[in-house]
């Protein structure tokens, strides 16, 4: 669970922010001061600090710069009034995380403190590489083959140079992996390292979030707003999934590795901006070329290295040692022992094509394991886990899907309008987690992994819906 800590002299915002990130599945620590605040960080350093600008005795400029000298993998977020964005801005340019204009908008806000500890984790935890199967690290890079015998050396080679990197290979190989494996043994380990998915961030947004903007440059823009690019000064951008980037932005990010500079959407302000690229995708360039929808320029720019990750079926030899690895860690992060994998089961796993490469053999493990009952992985556990990820698109689905069709007809003819909408969602909802928890055995923090919630999320939600687990329903199986 990740500690957050909130400096600031509000009394009833720091009680605000305590009860509604409780609620999110977070620990909450707060300092009136930000002499207080940077006692706590050194005695116990927390996961992300949000700090307002506006403090009594040492302002948020100096506790943000203090801290920093303590730990400058530490993300922080700002607090400002509009009246102090521009302290905020420099804030950030000086390696702050983000900024957070009063008052907050909470969807919004829970989205930059998630992010924020997504990229405190990124720049923090270790990806270690070629490691035991039987290591319980949550973040390494797995195989001895020689087709990763080789990535292990492109990875050696090109992290102590300061050259873009273009990272290749198909959707779930590990590609975060390996760009995050060069960072953190580079010369810019101490510097920020921020990761930005070109397909995740619609369109017209991802132009604004990697350059930022200038006040005025479009409606909403009210003040200036620095962008990823210009954040992560002296350190590393990863542009995951950069075959998908428009061939608009391509150009602005040809002049950054051309010009080293870049100018914030609807500013003529030219800024110098030192930072290494690592880029990743799993698209075919080349044929991406020949179309007109990627930069011929570019592509050779990005690819000064050029590191391809093989697919698992081309590595087999790699499959047992990954499954053993994940076997591992998901029982030590789940607090159980490990009950080990039968070699049919080894076998089983073997004879699949694995067409979600490392990726989907994790899931696989970590479902089998939720629902293991402390004997060791069979055959028919694995076999069923395979099926159940790739089922009859013609058969169970299709059904499932006209069953929750002919429900919805009857209540939109049945219900009042207005209530429609949250009552079906919370009938949806209630019957989801109820399965999850019989499907779990009644174990909350399994049940809270299947759904993808924090544990208190879960428990408030049971008690919303007033639901009563059953044990007669796991003891018949």
């Known amino acids: 669970m990740s500690t957050i800590l909130i400096i600031d002299d509000d009394d009833q915002l720091r009680k605000s ?39 009594p005795g040492m302002n948020g400029l100096e506790t943000f710069k203090a801290i920093h000298d303590i730990e400058s993998k530490l993300p922080v977020i700002i607090m400002t009034a509009y009246g102090t964005t521009e302290t905020a801005i420099e804030a950030t340019k000086m390696g702050a995380f983000d900024y957070l204009l009063k008052p907050f908008d909470i969807p919004d806000m829970l989205t930059i403190i998630k992010q924020a500890l997504e990229a405190g984790r990124f720049m923090r935890s270790p990806v270690e590489m070629n490691v035991a199967p039987d290591k319980t690290s949550r973040e390494a890079i797995i195989g001895r083959s020689g087709l990763m015998q ?22 779930g190989t590990g590609k975060e992996l390996v760009a995050r494996a060069v960072y953190q043994h580079s010369l810019r380990l101490d510097k920020p390292f921020l990761i930005i998915n070109c397909v995740a961030i619609p369109e017209n947004l991802l132009e604004s979030e990697l350059f930022g903007y200038e006040k005025g440059a479009f409606t909403g823009a009210v003040h200036r707003r620095v962008g ?14 950069i075959g998908d980037m428009p061939m608009s932005l391509q150009a602005k990010i040809l002049r950054l590795l051309q010009e ?18 690592i ?13 007109g929808r990627f930069r011929e320029d570019l592509y050779y720019r990005l690819k000064v290295v050029t590191i391809w990750l093989p697919p698992l079926c081309e590595r087999p030899d790699d499959i047992s040692l990954l499954a053993e690895y994940f076997l591992s860690r998901y029982a030590a992060e789940m607090g159980i022992e490990n ?33 293991n009952r402390g004997t060791p992985l069979s055959q028919d556990d694995i076999t069923q886990a395979i099926s159940e990820k790739n089922p009859d698109q013609n058969g169970g689905i299709k059904n499932a ?63 919303k819906y007033n639901l009563k687990f059953e044990t007669s329903v796991t003891k018949a199986s």
């Open 339 to 371: 009950p080990g994998i039968t070699k049919k089961a080894i076998a089983a796993l073997n004879s699949y094509s694995w067409p979600g490469n490392v990726r989907e053999l994790a899931n696989i493990i970590q479902k089998t394991l939720i629902f």
């Open 228 to 241: 990823k690019i210009e954040q992560a000064h002296g350190g590393t951008i990863f542009l995951d999934e």
């Open 279 to 291: 880029a990743a995708t799993n698209r075919d360039l080349e044929a991406a070329l020949a179309g």
């Open 401 to 463: 899907d006209q069953i929750i069709k002919q429900f919805i007809r009857r209540e939109l003819t049945a219900m009042p309008m207005e209530k429609m909408f949250d009552a079906c969602m919370d009938r949806f909802a209630s019957i989801l987690i109820k399965e999850a928890l019989n499907m779990a055995g009644g174990n909350r923090s399994r049940a809270a992994k299947l759904l993808g919630l924090s544990r208190p999320t879960l428990h408030s939600r049971i008690e």
């Open 150 to 171: 080789e990535v292990y050396k492109a990875i050696g080679r090109v992290s102590s140079t300061d050259v873009s990197v273009l990272i290749r290979g198909d959707s």
């Open 260 to 277: 080293k500079s870049i100018e914030r959407l609807g500013g003529r302000e030219t800024i110098p901006v030192d930072v290494r690229i």
């Open 17 to 55: 922010f305590n009860k509604l990130l409780i609620e999110e599945g977070y620990d909450i620590e707060t300092a009136p001061s930000g002499e207080m605040g940077l006692e706590m960080v050194n005695t116990n350093p927390p996961d992300l600090v949000i700090l307002d600008m506006k403090l």
